[in-house]
């Protein structure tokens, strides 16, 4: 996924990393915090609304489509192995018999969405977050790891390239992984394994002496970019904790979560109470872009 | 000038060989050279330039001396090397490393220690002069191969280095993007006096910016001097003579070999005019290659990657049995692409190609490799890290014929891979690896010939043999759709060509009507003799009409 654009991310574009990790830390735990329908399909549609907002609605209707067919799976096996409390469907063919809960549907919906949402804020995460931040924000403890993570995931991105050019080339010489019995599938995706490690290492080494070539290695390493912390990124770090605060005092009332499977369709008025607060945590970059356009001269 | 870097009885043998790579090599190279290494491939061109710098010496065993301002090279600590030795090679994708411009050149300057207040000047500085500024914050993978390659040369720069080593940084690069960056080359020569040692192969562009040139022979440095005494000796080497560009080549066909030869078509024509010469067409100068019936058919074909603009666009075009289309243009014009569709291992959004009758994308894997064969723009994609001769091997059994052990031996022969049979593929030179793609392109025997680049790399005794051995293939009714950059080599070979431009195919043309009604595009030869002959497209072509010959 691309980095997010400036045009839409005059505030989220500007923040500090740390702010920002502390931000979708707050997030994933919120995510990870609740388990009703209201709260996990608020968490989904709000971060695809962020990630449309950030990304465009093209970009990201690609995405959410992949990551409806996850969703519906999650579904569909909830559905084939839930059968606890009432039917709202039933089928039998001979001996065989089949039923459709109320509470499969309902819990593989909520597991669907707590999935979504959980991939949909990663978008939202790598989109904001750029590995030359993270690298800003692991530098001062541990330069060494700072570097190599932002070489790793540009090298996971290179593979990742590499390996689906090699599947089109590879076909040249008989190399096809998408057809034939699954036995010669599984070897030739094997093959094909080799042949990108082969070749991926072998770049690599060029690639490690050109690097040294150009003083890496040196003990006198320095960092270009350095962020600078802004009042805006106070108030906004304050901001999110004190509602991720909230949020957390609320599950520590049991509010928005559900204590057994059989009560997942109700909907409780402290639920809304809940949803209310997660929709702020959410909707928090919006308020910070709008605020930011407010404030401009 | 003072002695920069220096080499003293420096031999140089690879492991598990024993004919040495480099031979008593003896070079004084002074700040402010503009050095050219030329050479053929294995002649140790790239071993020389690797001993210039010492993170890039490879493994082997080494005598002589190398030093640096009179400091061994094996004694600058690795931010001393990276601050007076900068390094672009040929491939652009393998050198960057970050995910965007501005993060690639602070790469750089980080590794060395540079203050963070000092960076941004440094980066600016550079990203003017080389015009990168635009594009500081543009994601490495969406620049093209010229961009690339000025990222690179921009990266060695930042650092202030006094000397440059280039291992044929134009190589993958189109005519055009070529040109612009040896411009910025000269621009970085001349007005910072960088020390500049360059190999090449390709040397029509390159000797007008050299003051010396290094002549490399079976690991011996045959010659070290000016360039016109460089061209005179390479004259008279058989070996050496194909490596003489066009423009000075002519007049050593024409024997108008005075006491210096020109290395561009404006001086050449001012010669030619201050002594009066003209030139007619030769009457066997027009050979006619007739086509035979279609084989592969494109109607209305076009493709785009995601959410990107159409690559291809509506394209209609028949390639017939026993042709050879060059198609010619721009890096990222699309060529590969249309390559690609046509060898069935891309389908297009619209439109249908056709091989015969048949669908390409519909036929089975196995028919499709007896009947098309590929070499990709990056060969090493399509191997499979055997030895050569393994490689070849497992590729003649999905081919047309059976395939024995003499077959193969007979193709390491042709393709003069017999030497190195038995090494891995990938531990080849990109030259080599350019003739193991071919051979496995061509061991199926196929009809479709698709060639992407096949001169990349390739010295110009290779060329030649390359583009011989696909003549015959061709006479012998194979069709060749060929993407290429290498104007010569098209002219001379292929018997159509044709343009990709925005995402479409110019009409298709007679080889020699196309390249001598295009302005630019076309061999040297031809811009030279334009105004007296505009038929004539290579030395071969005309003969003289009058004037003073330089020998008589």
Known sequence: MQSIGTQSSQFLGQRHPLALVLYFGELFTGLLLFNHILITGLFFLGLCGSCCWYFGSRTVWRLVRSVLSLMGLILLLNILLSHSGASWWQFTLGTWHWSVSRVGVLYGATMALSLGGMIMAFVLFNGCVTASQLRALLNPVAPRLAMLLTLAIRFVNLFSQQFRRLLRLQRTRGMVVTAGPWRQRLTKTGSLLRVLLLGSISRAMETAILMEARGYGGRQRSQYRHYHWRLADTLFTLVASGLFLVILGLRLRGWGVTPNVHSLPSILATDWWVAGVVSLVVGLPFIGEGIYRLCQN | ?552
């Open chain 2, 1 to 552: 000038m003072s002695e920069l870097m220096s080499l003293k009885q420096l031999t140089f043998t690879y492991p598990a060989t024993s004919r040495p790579a480099l031979n008593d090599v003896d070079l004084s190279i002074a700040s402010g050279d503009f050095v050219v290494i030329v050479g053929a491939t294995g002649s140790g061109k790239t071993t020389l330039l690797r001993q210039l710098k010492p993170e890039l010496i490879p493994a082997g065993k080494l005598t002589g001396t190398a030093q640096y301002q009179g400091r061994s090279i094996q004694t600058l600590s690795t931010t001393e090397s990276a601050q007076a030795i900068g390094v672009v090679v040929q491939d652009p994708v393998v050198q960057p490393v970050m995910a965007t411009v501005i993060e690639e050149l602070a790469f750089s300057l980080e590794n060395v220690g540079v203050s963070a207040t000092s960076m941004p000047g440094r980066i600016a500085e550079i990203a003017n002069f080389l015009g990168l500024d635009q594009l500081l914050h543009t994601p490495l993978q969406r620049l093209s191969g010229g961009q690339l390659q000025l990222v690179n040369l921009a990266s060695a720069l930042v650092l202030h280095p006094a000397m440059l080593l280039l291992d044929e940084p134009t190589a993958q690069l189109d005519p055009t993007t070529a040109q612009n960056f040896l411009n910025v080359l000269q621009q970085v020569h001349h007005e910072l006096g960088l020390t500049i040692v360059m190999s090449e192969h390709r040397l029509d562009r390159v000797l007008p910016l050299a003051s010396r040139l290094l002549i490399m022979q079976d690991g011996a440095l045959l010659a070290a001097g000016s360039v016109a005494t460089g061209l005179q000796l390479m004259t008279q080497h058989t070996e050496l003579a194909s490596f003489v560009p066009a423009i000075p080549n002519f007049f050593v066909q024409q024997h108008l070999t005075g006491h210096r030869l020109p290395l561009t078509v404006a001086t050449a024509q001012q010669m030619l005019g201050q002594r009066g010469i003209s030139f007619k067409l030769r009457s066997s100068a027009m050979p006619v290659k007739t086509a035979g019936s279609p084989l592969l058919t494109l109607t209305g074909v076009s493709f785009r990657y995601d959410q990107q603009a159409p690559t291809l666009r509506t394209i209609d075009v028949t390639f017939a049995t026993g042709t050879w289309v060059a198609i010619l243009g721009k890096n990222g014009a699309g060529k590969s692409t249309l390559l690609r569709v046509l060898a069935g291992l891309r389908k297009p959004q619209h439109g249908k190609v056709r091989l015969d009758k048949q669908l390409v994308w519909k036929l089975n894997n196995s028919a499709l490799i007896r009947q098309v064969g590929l070499l990709s723009q990056h060969p090493i994609d399509q191997f499979t890290g055997l030895t050569v001769r393994e490689e070849l091997t497992a590729q003649a059994r999905l081919g047309n014929e059976p395939a024995n052990a003499t077959t193969v031996t007979d193709w390491l022969a042709k393709l003069q891979l017999t030497a190195v049979a038995d090494q891995n593929v990938f531990d080849l030179s990109g030259g080599q690896q350019q003739l193991v793609g071919l051979g496995l392109a061509l061991i199926t025997r196929p009809r479709l010939l698709l060639l992407d680049e096949p001169t990349k790399g390739l010295d110009p005794v290779t060329k030649q043999l390359v583009g011989r051995l696909l003549e015959n293939y061709r006479a012998a009714g194979v069709t060749i759709v060929m993407a290429s950059h290498d104007v010569e080599f098209s002219a001379q070979f292929a018997t159509h060509g044709t343009f990709m431009f925005d995402g479409q195919l110019t009409p298709v043309q007679l080889s020699r009507e196309f390249f001598t009604t295009n302005f630019m595009a076309t061999t040297a030869v031809n811009r030279l003799l334009r105004q007296w002959v505009p038929q004539a497209l290579f030395s071969t072509d005309v003969e003289r009409k009058g004037g003073v010959d330089d020998q008589d």
